[in-house]
Structure formats: C-alpha cells, structure tokens
C-alpha cells in the first residue's frame, strides 16, 4: 500500500511530538502509594521577610454601589496589594521541589475561607490535596462562591446570608487558582493546592515560616497575584533554620495562574 507524502509527514509530526512530550521534565509529585512521612527529630524551618521596593500610593476605592449591604461594611479600599515600611503581605511562598518522595497525612483541620465586608477573608490560602476548604458567609447580603480552578472541577454555588459554610476538597496539585464572586466583582481570592505542609504566607510585616522541614536543599517559591513570581533555593541543615528573603520591586506582571492579568491597581499603605 503505498502512502501519500501528506499521510507520511502527519505521521512523522505525531511522532516527534510524542517524543518530544515524552522527553520533558515533570515534577514529581508525592502519590499516596508512597511511604509515609515520619519526622526525625532534626528538621527545621524557612523563615524570611517579603519586601517591597516599589513606591507606596493610595489605595484603589472598589465600586460597592450594586449592594447597600457592602458599602455598610464601611471599607472600599483594594486588598490586592498590601505593603507597610517596606514589606509586602499576602504573598504565598512554598517549597516547589527537593522534598523526600513520601506521603503526607492530610490534615482533619479544616481552611476556612470567610465573606465579610463584602469580600474574601483570608485573600491568600493554602491547603492540602484531600483537605476540607470550609467557606463562610459573614455578610448579611448574599454572595455566589466560584472557584475557577483548572486540574480540579470548577463550581459555582450561591452561599445565602446566614447559610452554613460550604465545604469542598481538591484532589489534585494545583499551585494557584481564583476564587470569585459573582454577584460581586470585585471580591477575589486566590487558593493553592499542594500534597505537602509546606507553605506559608506573608503577613502584616512581610513575615513567612514554613515550618518543620527535613534537613535538604529546596526550591522555593514566592509568588504575588499582581508582581508574579520569585524563586530562590534554601539550604536547611539538621535543627537548624534557614532564611531565606524575597523582594517585589512593584513591577506589575502577568500572575502566574488561571487569572490572567490583573486589574492594575496602586499599592494599599497599612497605618
């Protein structure tokens, strides 16, 4: 049977492509099938500071007037970017790779993720594959909680005033992802799903821990939903903590997740 020269070239294209899909380096991913993670008494911390050399502005005043009920919160101002004497919060930091192939127990602690002033409260979080997100409603108003994540199932659940939390899990790795309100634009959240304990966020003084980690060197990231990612390695020696800091130079840049590019919006100074 004789092939066409088009037959044999699509052919040949699957081919490389195959093997070129093949060839990539992935990143490993502890699976449930793997030992269980014991402590042995020798590990340590991460500690740093987040700073922020980009020049401090006002806050943006969010649009509330669709509600009555939000604009009696009494506080419009953007929590998007947060700084204070030069330190940068809710930035997501975690350890991206160099951490032993085992398991981790999955916390019975549940996340909670709450609504009140009309908006997302914590905006960062982070939470284990399998563990429960409990989501609130503060607010005597109604919201609509929409997750818009990618390797898991996107939901969209409208959430009453005075209704019960509602409670997911996320099965699967997924490093950031949004969290929106429908009936109310401007509230976001971001989420990020990992198989490990290790992540943390910078609070009010730029401050992070990622805590008890086995003595090894690690990849660690430090990502901002507005200044994109850092990435810088720390090595941690037995009871001995490791620091490691990040800076933001207030340049804006696409977020790396399922969001896209943000609204540019100036920094919020903290009193």
């Keep these: 049977m004789m092939i066409s020269k088009q037959t044999l070239f699509a052919i040949l294209l699957v081919l490389a492509t195959s093997l070129s899909l093949g060839c990539e380096r992935k990143e490993e991913v502890p699976s449930p099938t793997d030992p269980p993670w014991k402590p042995a008494g020798n590990e340590a911390n991460i500690t740093g500071r987040i700073s922020f050399t ?3 502005a006002m806050p943006a005043m969010m649009d509330m007037s669709q509600d009555p009920a939000c604009l009696g919160s009494g506080d419009s101002a953007s929590d998007e970017v947060m700084t204070k004497d030069g330190k940068l919060r809710n930035v997501f930091i975690y350890v991206k790779s160099g951490l032993p192939r085992v398991s981790f127990e999955v916390p019975a602690t549940e996340v909670v993720l709450d609504q009140k002033g009309c908006r997302f409260s914590p905006r960062v979080l982070g939470l ?3 563990q429960t997100l409990s989501i609130s409603n503060s607010d005597q108003t109604n919201h609509n ?9 996107e939901w969209n659940q409208s959430q009453m005033a005075g209704q019960g939390p509602i409670k997911r899990k996320f099965t699967s790795v997924e490093e950031l992802f949004p969290v929106k309100c429908n009936m109310h634009p401007w509230m976001l959240a971001w989420v990020s799903v990992l198989p490990h304990p290790f992540f943390a966020v910078s609070g009010q003084d730029g401050a992070y821990a990622i805590k008890g980690l086995p003595p090894g060197e690690y990849e660690v990231v430090a990502w901002h939903e507005k200044f994109g990612a850092r990435t810088g390695k720390a090595l941690v020696k037995p009871n001995t903590d490791a620091n490691l800091d990040f800076s933001f130079d207030g340049s804006a840049t696409k977020a790396e997740s399922n969001k896209g590019t943000l609204k540019m919006q100036p920094a919020l100074v903290l009193p």
């Design 54 to 56: 980009g020049v401090d």
């Design 128 to 130: 284990q594959t399998g």
């Design 145 to 153: 909680v929409h997750p818009v994540p990618k390797a898991n199932r």
